[in-house]
C-alpha cells in the first residue's frame, strides 16, 4: 500500500477527518496542514485504518485526542477576563 493511501479507512474514519480538516480550515490554518492535522487526529483517534489489513483493525478508540485544544478564546480575551477577575475580587476584599 502506498504511503498516504486511504484504502484502509472506514467511511466513518473519513468523514471524522473532512469535518476535522474544515474546522482547522474554518479557524485559519492552511489546506495543506489542517488535512495533516485532521488525519492525525483520527490516527490517534482509531490507531490507523479499521479495515481488514490497516493498523487500528480490533483495537479499542482513544478519544481523548478530539478533546484537545480548539480554544475559542484568543490570549488577549483571556488576559482581559483574568484581570476583571482580579479587579472583582480586591474590591470585594476577596483576594
Do not use: C, F, L
Not at 53 to 77: I, L, M, V
Amino acid at each position: 500500500m502506498p504511503r498516504g493511501d486511504k484504502d484502509k479507512y472506514t467511511d466513518k474514519q473519513k468523514r471524522q477527518a473532512e469535518h476535522i480538516e474544515e474546522g482547522y480550515e474554518s479557524r485559519g490554518v492552511g489546506k495543506d496542514e489542517a488535512e495533516r492535522r485532521a488525519w492525525a487526529t483520527v490516527n490517534a483517534t482509531h490507531h490507523g485504518g479499521e479495515k481488514h489489513g490497516g493498523g487500528g483493525y480490533g483495537k479499542s478508540e482513544d478519544h481523548s485526542p478530539e478533546r484537545k485544544g480548539g480554544h475559542s478564546e484568543s490570549h488577549a480575551e483571556r488576559s482581559r477576563a483574568a484581570k476583571k477577575g482580579w479587579e472583582t475580587r480586591r474590591e470585594h476584599g476577596n483576594g
